[in-house]
């Protein structure tokens, strides 16, 4: 993830962090009160999907526990589950939205590995295309998201209530899904 050519991420690693203040983003998004605002596409009972507002690629989502954990082998297993059981329902929904070639799918667990926010554990959904790769090597601005960030959720919140009617909440640990 790291080597992948991102401009688009930089005002984030520069100014989300304001002089003195530790508010994690992932915990705001927790408790906010507006989905739509802090781009939550769904909450689950131990996990939450938001989209990445400065993605590595259009629909780029992450699944982050509600808990403010940063280590895998930490969190119980009913969280362990439902990361796996949303992320399988994001990637029906990003196949439906954008039929993508391919995804990169995990996690980058502490600094040392390259994630941006270590002390909240979040697992990346990235939807890959056959002609993207090449912007691993070349370093041009050339390369546009075709989406605004509110649109895509607008279209992926729409789809996932969509697909997913039930909504609220995973009840049923061994729900079938088609
Ligand atoms: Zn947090």
Redesign the pocket.
Known sequence: MKQLWAPWRMPYLKNDFPAGGHE????RK?HCEDDAKEHVLFRGQHCFITLNLYPYNNGHMMVVPYR?IGKLEELDEPTVSEMMRLTQRALRVLNAAYAPDGFNIGINQGEAAGAG?A??LHQHIVPRWRGDTNYMTVIAETRTIPEWIDQTYERLKALWAEMFPEGKGEKEPHESET
């Open positions: 994690c983003i992932f915990c927790v403010h926010i002390a909240h």
